[in-house]
């Protein structure tokens, strides 16, 4: 079963600053995708990134950037110049292609509640 | 806007009670999903259904059941409700294939008094 590890409960930067979100993951998988999504204080869950474990160009999205490790199973979220907009819980996710059998869902990390100081 | 429709938004019953949750995906998506999330047990898969057929079952409880329909609206059914199922209720939705990614309705928050 695959497993994905947020180590950072809560991070706090000032606005404008860049941060690193950090998640790890298990899987003996060698496609997959690996996904960032942010939950505001309104509860929705927004895709802010996608990245897909066959592609070693690491996705950026505006001002969002990932670093994705594949050996290492490391895929973490780069904000720079952060917005007060960004003060959310973000979560980073795992799922499998498709086609692949088995469970096709996405696991979730537990998180990082990210807060953006004016 | 996800494009993903979630009713009701809200919705407080008493233990003991059942109650159905209404999901209607994207235009074109044939994959649905429900999760629950709750404070101290993150976000929980709870089943997927592609097309109308069952595809993937999570951690749902055999008080909980789910159904797609032909016209792919899906329904979370939750019966004999019990405090503990107080949380909020995902239904997602993707399409299948090489730009796979779900997108998240907003939620219905069930209060279980």
């Known amino acids: 079963a695959q497993t994905v590890t947020q180590s950072q409960p809560e991070m706090s930067v000032q606005e404008a600053e860049t941060v690193t979100l950090s998640c790890t993951y298990d899987t003996s998988e060698s496609n997959y995708y690996l996904f960032w999504y942010k939950q505001p204080p309104s509860r929705q869950m927004i895709l802010v990134i996608r990245?897909?474990?066959?592609?070693?160009q690491n996705a950026t999205e505006n001002r969002f950037s990932v670093n994705f490790q594949k050996a290492a199973k490391s895929f973490s979220l780069k904000i720079s110049d952060s917005q007060l907009g960004d003060t959310a819980m973000y979560f980073c996710?795992?799922?499998?292609?498709?086609?692949?059998?088995?469970?096709?869902?996405?696991?979730f990390g537990q998180g990082t509640r990210l807060t953006i100081n004016p | 806007d996800s494009g993903v429709t979630q009713t009701p938004k809200h919705l407080i019953t008493a233990t003991g009670q059942r109650v159905t949750l209404r999901c209607s995906p994207r235009?074109?998506?044939?994959?649905v999903y429900w999760y629950q999330q709750s404070l101290d047990q993150g976000l929980q898969f709870l089943i997927q259904?592609?097309?109308?057929?069952?595809?993937a079952k999570g951690n749902i409880l055999e008080r909980f059941s789910a159904q797609q329909f032909p016209d792919l609206h899906s329904e979370l059914n939750l019966s004999s409700l019990e405090l503990g199922d107080s949380a909020l209720y995902f239904c997602?939705?993707?399409?299948?294939?090489?730009?796979?990614?779900?997108?998240f309705g907003s939620g219905t928050q069930l209060s279980v008094l």
């Open positions: 996710a795992f799922m499998k292609p498709f086609l692949i059998q088995g469970a096709q869902k996405l696991v």
């Open positions: 259904y592609y097309n109308g057929e069952e595809r």
């Open positions: 990245q897909e474990a066959y592609k070693q």
């Open positions: 997602a939705s993707s399409v299948s294939g090489p730009n796979e990614k779900l997108f």
């Open positions: 235009s074109g998506d044939l994959s």
